[in-house]
């Protein structure tokens, strides 16, 4: 009886083993992103029926890659009014390489997402953000995405 609780203890101990393992590697986590990235006015094209669409000279987007498991970003200098468009402030991100989405979670506000319309990411790449059906200012009641081409900027600092 001795050697079968002795056998047992061993199958039970090694069956835990098995079955808990090693954690799966993140399809993410070799996903590093440490960088700057601006934009011009001659690379933003505004949702459709809109005729103003600010001064975006001096936008800027930081993505930071602070540990495997926390992104930090950072945006600053929207223009005027499209506060909605591009929300400044500072919070964490996630990417998924399988949809091409950003999401952005910000300290304070409500989630918001960008999607990645090129191959290039991280280097030169084009998003598109579409706004909430909630958004208000000068860009309420537009439904069709804005572009950015966005610029690496990480030698300028």
Known sequence: M????????????????????????DADADFEVTGFW???????????????????????LDLQ???????AYSITNVPDGFN???PEGE????????TMIITFTP????E??????????PNDFTVQRKLSANSGGRTSGLKDPWIFKLIDASSDD
Request: glycine share 6%; net charge negative.
């Open 2 to 25: 001795k050697n079968l609780k002795a056998t047992l203890l061993v199958i039970v101990i090694t069956a835990l083993v098995f079955c808990t393992g090693c954690p799966e590697a």
């Open 38 to 60: 601006k934009t011009e006015n001659s690379l933003v094209q505004p949702s459709a029926g809109l005729t103003e669409k600010g001064d975006w000279t001096e936008f800027r």
């Open 65 to 71: 890659s602070e540990s495997d498991l926390l992104y």
């Open 84 to 86: 909605a468009l591009w």
């Open 91 to 98: 919070g964490t991100y996630d990417y998924d390489p399988t």
């Open 107 to 110: 300290a304070t506000g409500s």
């Open 112 to 121: 918001f997402e960008a999607t990645v319309t090129d191959s290039d990411f």
